[in-house]
């Protein structure tokens, strides 16, 4: 009998089991296939001076991946000399002291179009004017070795008053004549450059004010192998031909920048050249002996050019690394602990027992929110029951999913309270259970995302989707879209919301261009959906956890940047981003907080992700 009472249950073990390896093994496959599309790249409004800081153009792309036309306006000495929309969007550009604009565009984006429809690059010369004087369209293509298409363009290199123009594409020079357009041919410097076997890479080029010369930033190694690479560089300068007329070599210069995290991304952000503006001379960054070097470069009767080391002094990581002004760092006063203690029950189902075990052992919590009541609800981590407290702690009844509910892998559940209460769990993907104010089952439904946020005083909600986000009504159904900040950036990778009481609300996004997304910034929009404000957060964060908003007070929490500490730190601003105070929270050992700012506007409360004791401070 014994025997009979336990096929059952190894019957039902073994085929979840064989259901969970399928699903693993299926989303292994899906990343592997991912992974092997080109990332996308993301084209943010940008700003462009002129050396004389005279001229200043602007280009606002009509699309986030810089795919068609984009709008220009160029000002001298802060008057409009021409704006308009032009048929492509720049994704570099100079401006030069005479008002010319020069640059490249990709029609479809640097990752190309779908289907394998890669697009064009264009080279780009507009006249003082705003005349279009060189418009070379070059036809791309995608290649087994890259994950964009080629031609891609590293950089371009003005030359002003020697009239050239020099497009950096894949090792190659492409040289046009800046004042007609013309194509005057291409150049490889490094096969023009003796002993070049060891220097990989251009990490910079930047043409030296007063001369006909581009100092050229090269990383190299001493051998072939990686066990006996040691990173280091060279520096040289050439000319519009071309050829090296002075090397520098720093071999093994890098070795302690590729043991310091800081230091290398410093350098592989910024590079190694300081300055080239200052006529005649050039500024480089010695990083093994922490230097800045000053060289002078003079013509010589000969023909060629004399360059000489005149000035030394000491440089800092600390020097290159921009600091952000201090914060106050005191804790608030502590209000005490706040203990939410499940009503345990035993799970009805063996399904919901079993793909339990991966939300976490039973007692722990997998989310929380708080109504505009100052409600507590608790996601049960097993169960995935949403547990309601009164604001004292006081437990009041259960939301209880049905035993049909299958919910997806993953220990966080996203909760949505309305303001008739009723509580909308994630079940995964764009699904949701409804419950009513009682705690009642009132069905399921699509809401357009993973991540949706109830609208105070009306029946809509806020969603989040990959590059945007939106109003949507009690049906699903999109009533706004929102794909800008009030900075004008794109919403990049929406993380995460918090709506204040007022209806304003907050959404972070990365605030990078192009491939580098890295930062964050918040993002404020009044009830409507319209941009406030836009602040990046705080440099001392390396990064953000979690935030809070009640449109008063803004709250990150994350770990602290170039630091190793255990625990993270909470950092409270102002609606404006200006930072107010900075604390550790000493009664926990996690280094996850999420933070929650009561409706009373006088109190924050932070969950350590996982336990039920809630820890409560007074904001400032």
């Not at 064989?18 to 592997?32: G, I, P």
């Not at 080109?38 to 991946?65: G, I, W």
């Not at 995290?261 to 350098?267: H, T």
């Not at 976490?360 to 929110?369: M, N, Y």
Request: charged share 20%.
């Amino acid at each position: 009998m014994s025997v009979k009472m336990m096929m059952p249950w190894s019957w039902c073990s073994s085929r979840i089991a064989l259901l969970l390896l399928v699903v693993h093994s299926s989303v292994n496959v899906c990343s592997v296939a991912h992974c092997s599309t080109p990332a996308p790249a993301f084209l943010q409004p940008k700003t462009y001076t002129s050396p004389s800081a005279e001229y200043v153009l602007t280009v606002n792309p009509s699309d986030m991946y810089g795919r068609g036309d984009g709008r220009y306006r160029v000002t001298k000495s802060a008057i409009e000399v021409w704006s308009g929309k032009l048929p492509f969007t720049l994704w570099d550009a100079e401006i030069t002291n005479s008002g010319v604009v020069a640059g490249y565009a990709y029609s479809l984006g640097m990752g190309g179009g779908p289907r394998w429809v890669c697009g064009a690059l264009h080279f780009v010369v507009i006249d003082a004017n705003g005349e279009i004087r060189l418009n070379k369209r070059t036809e791309r293509r995608f290649s087994s070795i890259y994950l964009h298409p080629k031609p891609m363009v590293d950089g371009l290199i003005v030359h002003e008053c020697h009239d050239r123009l020099f497009f950096r594409v894949s090792g190659w020079w492409w040289v046009y004549q800046l004042s007609t357009g013309f194509e005057l041919g291409r150049l490889d410097p490094k096969r023009l450059m003796p002993d070049s076997e060891n220097d990989r890479a251009v990490w910079d080029a930047q043409p030296v004010a007063g001369t006909p010369l581009t100092l050229v930033h090269w990383y190299r190694t001493d051998g072939e192998q990686p066990a006996t690479r040691s990173p280091g560089a060279r520096f040289t300068l050439v000319d519009l031909k071309g050829r090296t007329v002075w090397s520098l070599k720093l071999n093994r210069d890098y070795n302690l920048a590729f043991k310091d995290f800081r230091l290398r991304r410093v350098i592989h952000k910024q590079g190694a050249i300081l300055c080239t503006g200052q006529a005649s001379r050039f500024e480089l960054h010695f990083v093994a002996d922490a230097q800045r070097v000053t060289f002078s470069v003079k013509p010589e009767p000969t023909g060629n050019w004399a360059v000489a080391e005149v000035a030394r002094e000491p440089l800092t990581l600390s020097d290159r690394i921009l600091k952000p002004p201090e914060i106050p760092q005191r804790p608030l006063k502590s209000l005490g602990t706040l203990v939410l203690r499940l009503k345990k029950k035993r799970p009805t189902s063996l399904i919901r027992g079993v793909l339990g075990l991966v939300f976490g052992a039973r007692g722990k919590l997998a989310s929380l929110t708080i109504d505009r009541h100052g409600r507590f609800y608790a996601v049960d981590g097993r169960t995935a029951a949403v547990h309601v407290f009164d604001p004292r702690g006081k437990f009041l009844h259960v939301c209880k999913p049905a035993c049909t509910d299958v919910f997806g892998v993953g220990g966080n559940r996203v909760i949505s309270v309305t303001d008739r209460s009723e509580v909308f769990l994630n079940l995964d993907d764009d699904r949701y259970i409804r419950f009513s104010a009682k705690g009642a089952r009132l069905g399921s439904k699509r809401l357009k995302t993973d991540r949706w946020y109830s609208l105070p005083g009306t029946t809509n909600g806020l969603a989040l989707g990959y590059r945007e986000a939106y109003f949507v009504d009690a049906e699903g159904k999109t009533i706004r879209t929102i794909r800008r900040g009030a900075d004008g950036n794109w919403l990049i990778y929406p993380d995460c919301a918090a709506v204040a009481p007022n209806g304003s609300f907050a959404i972070v996004a990365a605030s990078g261009t192009v491939t580098n997304v890295n930062g964050r910034t918040v993002h404020l929009y009044d009830a409507t959906g319209n941009p406030i404000r836009s602040t990046p957060l705080h440099a001392s964060l390396c990064y953000y956890t979690d935030i809070a908003f009640d449109g008063t007070h803004l709250v990150v929490c994350g770990p602290e940047a170039d630091r190793d500490e255990a625990a993270e730190r909470v950092l409270v601003m102002d609606a404006a981003g200006s930072p107010l105070i900075s604390f550790i929270p000493e009664s926990s050992e996690q280094t996850s907080w999420q933070p929650y700012l009561l409706p009373n506007g006088r109190e924050l409360v932070l969950f350590d992700g996982e336990s039920g004791a809630l820890q409560r401070y007074a904001l400032p």
